[in-house]
Protein backbone atom coordinates (compact mmCIF):
# COMPACT_ATOMS: atom_id res chain seq x y z
CA UNK A 1 0.00 0.00 0.00
CA UNK A 2 1.46 3.38 -1.15
CA UNK A 3 1.31 6.12 1.88
CA UNK A 4 0.38 9.12 1.82
CA UNK A 5 3.06 11.28 1.11
CA UNK A 6 3.95 8.72 -1.64
CA UNK A 7 1.30 9.37 -3.06
CA UNK A 8 1.44 12.66 -2.96
CA UNK A 9 4.86 12.55 -4.45
CA UNK A 10 3.99 10.56 -6.91
CA UNK A 11 1.32 13.54 -7.83
CA UNK A 12 3.74 15.81 -8.07
CA UNK A 13 6.15 14.13 -10.52
CA UNK A 14 3.55 13.32 -12.67
CA UNK A 15 2.51 17.17 -12.66
CA UNK A 16 5.33 18.05 -13.36
CA UNK A 17 5.94 16.26 -15.95
CA UNK A 18 2.65 17.20 -17.96
CA UNK A 19 3.84 20.36 -19.50
CA UNK A 20 6.66 18.27 -20.95
CA UNK A 21 4.38 16.44 -22.96
CA UNK A 22 3.53 19.62 -24.71
CA UNK A 23 6.61 21.02 -25.06
CA UNK A 24 7.42 20.04 -28.71
CA UNK A 25 4.65 22.80 -30.06
CA UNK A 26 5.30 24.95 -27.09
CA UNK A 27 9.06 25.03 -27.58
CA UNK A 28 10.15 28.43 -28.88
CA UNK A 29 13.64 29.54 -28.93
CA UNK A 30 15.22 32.60 -28.32
CA UNK A 31 16.31 33.40 -31.62
CA UNK A 32 20.54 32.83 -32.19
CA UNK A 33 21.94 33.44 -35.59
CA UNK A 34 23.68 30.35 -35.39
CA UNK A 35 20.52 28.30 -34.83
CA UNK A 36 18.66 30.27 -37.17
CA UNK A 37 21.16 29.88 -39.93
CA UNK A 38 21.64 25.85 -38.88
CA UNK A 39 17.73 25.47 -39.42
CA UNK A 40 17.76 27.18 -42.85
CA UNK A 41 20.67 25.65 -44.19
CA UNK A 42 18.96 22.49 -43.02
CA UNK A 43 15.82 23.13 -45.16
CA UNK A 44 13.79 22.91 -42.37
CA UNK A 45 10.31 25.20 -42.29
CA UNK A 46 10.90 28.47 -39.62
CA UNK A 47 8.88 31.02 -38.08
CA UNK A 48 10.28 34.29 -36.80
CA UNK A 49 8.18 36.29 -34.69
CA UNK A 50 9.22 39.84 -33.96
CA UNK A 51 7.80 39.94 -29.95
CA UNK A 52 7.55 42.32 -27.20
CA UNK A 53 6.82 40.71 -23.80
CA UNK A 54 4.48 44.37 -23.22
CA UNK A 55 2.73 43.81 -26.53
CA UNK A 56 -1.29 42.63 -26.26
CA UNK A 57 -1.42 41.89 -30.06
CA UNK A 58 1.89 39.61 -29.24
CA UNK A 59 0.24 38.09 -26.07
CA UNK A 60 -3.01 37.25 -28.21
CA UNK A 61 -0.71 35.68 -31.25
CA UNK A 62 1.16 33.21 -28.87
CA UNK A 63 -1.73 31.01 -28.24
CA UNK A 64 -3.03 30.78 -31.72
CA UNK A 65 0.62 29.84 -32.89
CA UNK A 66 0.89 27.23 -30.04
CA UNK A 67 -2.51 25.84 -30.89
CA UNK A 68 -2.14 25.12 -34.68
CA UNK A 69 1.74 23.86 -33.76
CA UNK A 70 -0.14 20.80 -32.55
CA UNK A 71 -1.43 19.97 -35.90
CA UNK A 72 0.23 17.12 -37.94
CA UNK A 73 1.33 19.40 -40.53
CA UNK A 74 3.33 22.23 -38.65
CA UNK A 75 5.24 19.40 -36.18
CA UNK A 76 8.53 20.15 -37.70
CA UNK A 77 8.10 23.88 -38.03
CA UNK A 78 10.86 25.88 -36.05
CA UNK A 79 9.98 28.93 -34.21
CA UNK A 80 12.42 31.79 -32.77
CA UNK A 81 11.66 34.46 -31.36
CA UNK A 82 13.36 37.96 -31.81
CA UNK A 83 12.62 40.47 -28.90
CA UNK A 84 11.95 43.37 -30.04
CA UNK A 85 13.49 45.75 -27.26
CA UNK A 86 16.41 43.95 -26.56
CA UNK A 87 17.43 42.48 -29.96
CA UNK A 88 17.06 45.82 -31.69
CA UNK A 89 20.17 44.96 -34.66
CA UNK A 90 17.71 41.55 -35.54
CA UNK A 91 14.82 43.41 -35.93
CA UNK A 92 16.31 45.55 -38.30
CA UNK A 93 17.93 42.31 -40.08
CA UNK A 94 14.55 41.17 -41.02
CA UNK A 95 12.89 44.42 -41.66
CA UNK A 96 10.66 44.67 -39.02
CA UNK A 97 9.11 48.04 -38.41
CA UNK A 98 6.94 46.66 -34.98
CA UNK A 99 6.36 44.15 -32.35
CA UNK A 100 3.98 41.38 -33.57
CA UNK A 101 5.72 40.83 -36.88
CA UNK A 102 5.55 37.01 -38.19
CA UNK A 103 7.96 35.96 -40.53
CA UNK A 104 8.33 32.33 -42.10
CA UNK A 105 11.38 30.81 -44.10
CA UNK A 106 10.70 27.89 -46.08
CA UNK A 107 14.77 27.01 -45.77
CA UNK A 108 16.88 30.23 -46.41
CA UNK A 109 14.13 32.04 -48.43
CA UNK A 110 11.26 34.29 -46.52
CA UNK A 111 7.79 32.60 -47.84
CA UNK A 112 6.02 35.12 -46.39
CA UNK A 113 5.33 37.79 -43.38
CA UNK A 114 1.99 39.56 -41.43
CA UNK A 115 2.37 42.80 -38.80
CA UNK A 116 -0.83 42.35 -35.93
CA UNK A 117 -3.14 39.62 -37.40
CA UNK A 118 -4.22 37.26 -34.32
CA UNK A 119 -6.87 35.37 -36.73
CA UNK A 120 -5.87 31.25 -36.82
CA UNK A 121 -7.09 31.09 -40.59
CA UNK A 122 -4.69 33.70 -42.05
CA UNK A 123 -1.51 32.54 -39.28
CA UNK A 124 -2.45 28.83 -40.24
CA UNK A 125 -2.08 30.10 -44.32
CA UNK A 126 1.34 31.64 -43.08
CA UNK A 127 2.90 29.26 -41.47
CA UNK A 128 1.44 26.57 -44.26
CA UNK A 129 3.69 29.06 -46.81
CA UNK A 130 6.76 27.56 -45.06
CA UNK A 131 6.06 23.49 -45.31
Same mark, same amino acid.
Given at each position: ??? =? =??? $????? #??????? +????? /? &? @?????????????? *????????? %????? #??????? !???? !???? *?????? &? +?????? @?? @??? *???????? /??????? %??? =????????? $?? @?????? %??? +? +?? *???
Amino acid at each position: MMS =R =RSL $VLTAA #CALSLAP +LAASA /A &D @DVRSFSSAEFGAAQ *KAGKPILVE %IHAGW #CPTCKAQ !APVV !AELR *KEPRFR &D +LVVFRV @DF @DSQ *KEVVRQFG /ARQQSTL %ITF =RGAAEAGRS $VG @DTSKSS %IGA +L +LA *KAL
